[in-house]
């Protein structure tokens, strides 16, 4: 499987934005659909965005269209997450998801992804 690591979550006030990395190891992620979930204390981890291998596709959960927007550079084995208006129910532990495939899709369950990053908090504070 492709190791992933998260970066750059810290504590932001409400309105601002934080740029999430996820940076690919061990494979290239150029035929991996990628994702972010998120998860909050006493809450399910919940999708976030996803995001097909050549940026066709992308999906994003109800509550943060508009405001985050999922990209990926292949050259780089990188995927981003920007967000924008962050609010505090943006408060979570977002962690970067990867999965293998052979058509040029999206998908949305965590259950369909076989790698994890570690997470990195991300705290929005009023």
């Known amino acids: 499987q492709v190791q992933l690591v998260e970066s750059g979550g810290g504590l932001m006030q409400t309105g601002g934005s934080l740029r999430l990395s996820c940076a690919a190891s061990?494979?290239?992620?150029?035929?991996?659909?990628m994702a972010w979930f998120r998860q909050a204390p006493g809450k399910e981890r919940e999708f976030v965005a996803s995001?097909?291998?050549?940026?066709?596709?992308?999906y994003y959960a109800d509550g943060v269209k508009g405001r985050f927007t999922i990209s990926r550079d292949n050259a780089k084995n990188t995927l981003y997450l920007q967000m924008t208006s962050l609010e505090p129910e943006d408060t979570a532990v977002y962690y970067c998801?990867?999965?293998?495939?052979?058509?040029?899709?999206?998908?949305?369950?965590?259950?369909?992804?076989?790698?994890w990053g570690q997470g990195t908090q991300v705290t929005v504070t009023s």
């Open positions: 998801a990867a999965q293998e495939q052979w058509l040029d899709l999206a998908l949305r369950g965590s259950a369909d992804f076989g790698s």
């Open positions: 061990g494979r290239t992620i150029s035929r991996y659909v």
């Open positions: 995001i097909s291998w050549s940026s066709t596709r992308t």
